[in-house]
């Protein structure tokens, strides 16, 4: 690891000065993203900011009747809460489908929002990447593209967004509260929060520098059959090839997000709208446009198996 | 390798790559318990309670438990495997709850209470875990054996405390079976494939062996 220095911060409002007063702060919450990335120099902050300590480690209800998750609340936690398990279930299914036991008692809602991709050519400095170093090509598009993503890609990157938690979240429509530099707060709906690559890769999403994830909140319950289906290579302890998030509802009626697949949580209206014409139709309408290599073009087909396996789970139990 | 410049390990670990080297950990510099952002790494005080026992250490801030419990209190039984979660084998138990050692900074722990290996039992008075994996012989060349251990202690307390799983069929019905224990256990590998008497060790410990 490079030299850094760290404080632990007294407040948030100080933590989020300290973030704007040295370049390359970052804040730090569980670890178990930010020191596995600076242990390979793919980060290397000058200071880091410990975040742990600041009381966002809540959940609280909401006026609306739904729930605010701190920032800081370990996926152990907010898989476990009584609330989230009867009324958000989506939630903690996709929580304890990733990772092991003992990252889920450290990783935080904040910092697993903010984890970067696993594309193996990010992860290997050797390899040319756009999105670690703008400008340098992308390593993956000719090469093992076996995992990364296959819609919303770019010509400068086609990696996958690894996060479990975040399928679900997309799902509920959850909201990001922040604070950026200066103190303004502000809300970002989790469907604008990532970004696809586009031609700047390096920006994930649509914080500023600086800026601190405070709480999610989560719309209140909308009831129905809560799923989270996840594929991966072994039958824990890997990330997704292709995730299912869904919500089934009366008459047909479903909602989807999926994981895997794309550079963000992925949800369409087409996926929703085609739930009572069956499996293929919303594989189809969620994977308009997709963009595959040689490598990960199983995926649509898996998608489309993934969901047609979950649909005859449905009419099994109804 | 492969053409690609890939290991099969790489692709196998979901690509986080496990070529980290850890430098120099144990520079001198003047100890000082504040840090000012425009120097470089500073020695910090810490203190924790490991085992027991309070510590007071001076450590660069690079430092991850995992370093300070082997290179500066010496407690070897925690072992570094991967270095990037992936194993295992640095899982200690902190403020009461599993964690992988070595994606955490020691210095992030002030205050905190540690439990490794050496600390939930000895030779002489064994923890039932320690003596369960004996009986049961849940292991082979042990390296990854004390990660295993605290790992499955704190397995049977979030079972305990109603902590769902993967393989959890009812969120609100959290109990003891086989397919729970593999599920929370996965997060230490063991390359000798130990995991039958793993867990039978622990369905002993459960109080689940009377089948
Ligand atoms: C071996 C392994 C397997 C894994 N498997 C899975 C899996 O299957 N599925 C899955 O979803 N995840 C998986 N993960 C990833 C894990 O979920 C993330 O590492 C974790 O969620 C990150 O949370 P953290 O609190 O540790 O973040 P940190 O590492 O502390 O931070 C991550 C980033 O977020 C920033 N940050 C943190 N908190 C805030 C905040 N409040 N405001 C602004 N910025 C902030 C940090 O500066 C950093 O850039 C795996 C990780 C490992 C090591
Ligand atoms: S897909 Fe994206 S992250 Fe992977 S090598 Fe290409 S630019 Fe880098």
Redesign the interface.
């Known amino acids: 690891m490079k030299a850094f220095t760290y404080e632990r911060a007294r407040s948030v409002e100080a933590a989020v000065k300290a973030a704007a007063s040295v370049q390359s702060a970052r804040f730090i919450a569980g670890g178990t993203n930010l020191l596995d990335l600076m242990k390979l120099q793919i980060e290397t902050p000058a200071h880091l900011i410990d975040v742990n300590h600041l009381g966002l480690d809540k959940i609280e209800p909401t006026q609306e009747g739904g729930l605010r998750i701190g920032a800081l609340v370990r996926n152990t936690d907010l898989a476990a809460d009584q609330r989230v398990r009867r009324d958000y279930a989506v939630l903690s299914r996709a929580l304890v489908a990733g990772a092991s036991g003992q990252l889920r008692n450290k990783a935080t809602t904040g910092g697993n929002l903010l984890q970067r991709t696993r594309c193996p050519y990010f992860y290997d400095t050797r390899m040319p990447c756009n999105k670690r170093r703008p400008g340098s090509g992308c390593g993956a598009m000719q090469g093992m593209s076996r995992s990364l993503a296959i819609v919303g890609v770019s010509d400068a990157c086609i990696a996958q967004n690894p996060s479990d938690m975040a399928v679900a979240l997309r799902l509920l429509d959850a909201q990001v509260e922040t604070m950026a530099q200066g103190g303004a707060k502000r809300t970002i709906p989790l469907a604008d929060f990532h970004r696809l690559p586009g031609d700047t890769p390096q920006v994930d999403n649509a914080l500023q520098p600086g800026e601190m994830i405070l709480s999610v909140t989560l719309p209140k319950p909308i009831g129905g059959i809560h799923v989270y289906r996840k594929v991966r290579d072994r039958a824990s302890y890997a990330f997704a090839l292709v995730s299912v998030a869904a919500v089934f509802g009366q008459n047909g009626q479903a909602r989807f997000a999926f994981g895997g697949v794309a550079p963000k949580p992925w949800r369409t209206d087409g996926a929703d709208a085609a739930a009572s014409q069956g499996a293929k139709a919303v594989a189809e309408a969620a994977l308009a446009g997709a963009r595959t290599t040689p490598h990960n073009d199983f995926k649509k087909a898996l998608l489309r198996q993934t969901l047609a396996s979950l649909y005859r789970q449905q009419e099994a139990q109804a | 390798m492969?053409s690609?410049?890939?290991t099969r390990r790489?692709?196998?670990q979901?690509?986080?790559?496990a070529?980290?080297v850890?430098?120099g950990l144990t520079q001198a510099a003047p100890p000082a318990r504040?840090?000012?952002?425009q120097?470089?790494?500073?020695m910090?005080a810490l203190d924790m309670k490991v085992n027991g026992r309070d510590v007071h250490l001076q450590l660069?801030?690079?430092t991850?438990l995992l370093d300070a419990l082997r290179e500066h209190l010496h407690l070897t039984g925690t072992k570094k495997g991967c270095?990037?979660?992936q194993c295992?084998a640095c899982?200690v138990i902190v403020e009461g709850?599993?964690?992988?050692s070595c994606?955490?900074?020691a210095?992030?722990h002030?205050g905190e209470t540690v439990t490794t290996i050496e600390g939930l039992g000895t030779p002489e008075r064994l923890h039932p875990m320690q003596r369960a994996f004996i009986v049961h012989d849940g292991y082979q060349c042990g390296y990854c054996t004390p990660g295993q251990i605290c790992?499955a202690v704190?397995?049977l307390e979030?079972i305990e405390?109603?902590?769902?799983?993967?393989v959890?069929q009812d969120?609100?019905h959290v109990g003891w079976s086989d397919a729970e224990a593999?599920?929370?256990?996965?997060?230490?590998i063991c390359r000798c494939a130990a995991y039958p008497n793993i867990i039978a060790a622990m369905r002993d410990v459960a109080g689940e062996d009377k089948a």
Do not use: C, K, Q, Y
């Open positions: 492969t690609d410049g890939f790489h692709i196998l979901g690509s986080a790559a070529t980290a850890v430098p504040s840090v000012s952002a120097e470089g790494s500073r910090m660069d801030p690079r991850t270095d990037h979660g295992g899982t709850r599993r964690i992988n994606l955490t900074l210095v992030m002030e790992s704190a397995v979030e405390a109603g902590v769902p799983s993967h959890t969120l609100d593999r599920e929370r256990m996965s997060g230490n």
